[in-house]
T-cell receptor, first 112, second 116 residues
Framework: KNQVEQSPQSLIILEGKNCTLQ??????????LRWYKQDTGRGPVSLTI?????NTKSNGRYTATLDADTKQSSLHITASQLSDSASYIC???????????FGAGTILRVKS | EAGVVQSPRYKIIEKKQPVAFWCNPI?????LYWYLQNLGQGPELLIR????????DSQLPKDRFSAERLKGVDSTLKIQPAELGDSAVYLC??????????????FGPGTRLTVL
């Protein structure tokens, strides 16, 4: 069964600190993996998309990694800001069939 | 460029009443998706359209849910009658090219439905 598991479920950090969110997946055949940020009351917004051959991709203070062998990904946030408070969703695309498998998300709260 | 537009943003109804949600995708995007998102969960696909054709509606509860995209542009999702368990956020998304390898989807803000 295609699944995406994320950890931790929620996280609280102080402003300015770094954090890393984890994603494990059992999706086959794999096409690409993306991280979305979802602010409260808004739709998800794409942060990064990585294909099989990519093992790291950055978008400002966000850096995603992908290990296709172990089927793990991480999202590292550097120098967190209050505006980083959101849910971060790991999504894996199944090759062929145009299907996305969503994780449940990690709720991040950055406090001052 | 305008994003995906959804309305209403919030809807509160009593159980057994009908409700409809509207979505206007990004101009030029042929693929449109409706998702259901429960609190603390990731979105779950309800239906996917390629132009006006519903190509994946396997997860749509057809006894009470229906959707249409008559001219291949905007779309309506309807629930009749609504049940308490339908309370959730209904997200609409669109993507430009279903055959593209990245298949990036752009989401609207969602409609939060509360069934009392």
């Amino acid at each position: 069964k295609n699944q995406v598991e994320q950890s931790p479920q929620s996280l609280i950090i102080l402003e300015g600190k770094n954090c890393t969110l984890q994603c494990n997946y059992t999706v086959s055949p794999f096409s690409n993996l993306r991280w979305y940020k979802q602010d409260t009351g808004r739709g998800p917004v794409s942060l990064t998309i990585m294909t099989f051959s990519e093992n790291t991709k950055s978008n400002g203070r966000y850096t995603a990694t992908l290990d296709a062998d172990t089927k793990q990904s991480s999202l590292h946030i550097t120098a967190s800001q209050l505006s980083d408070s959101a849910s971060y969703i790991c999504v894996v695309s199944v090759e062929y069939g145009n299907k996305l498998v969503f994780g449940a998300g990690t709720i991040l709260r950055v406090k001052s | 460029e305008a994003g995906v537009v959804q309305s209403p943003r919030y809807k509160i109804i009593e159980k057994k009443q009908p409700v409809a949600f509207w979505c206007n995708p990004i101009s030029g995007h042929n693929t449109l998706y409706w998702y259901l998102q429960n609190l603390g969960q990731g979105p779950e696909l309800l239906i996917r359209y390629e132009n006006e054709e519903a190509v994946d509606d396997s997860q749509l509860p057809k006894d009470r849910f229906s959707a249409e995209r008559l001219k291949g542009v905007d779309s309506t999702l309807k629930i009749q009658p609504a049940e308490l368990g339908d309370s959730a956020v209904y997200l609409c998304a669109s993507s430009p090219d279903p055959s593209g390898s990245l298949n990036e989807q752009f989401f609207g803000p969602g409609t939060r439905l509360t069934v009392l």
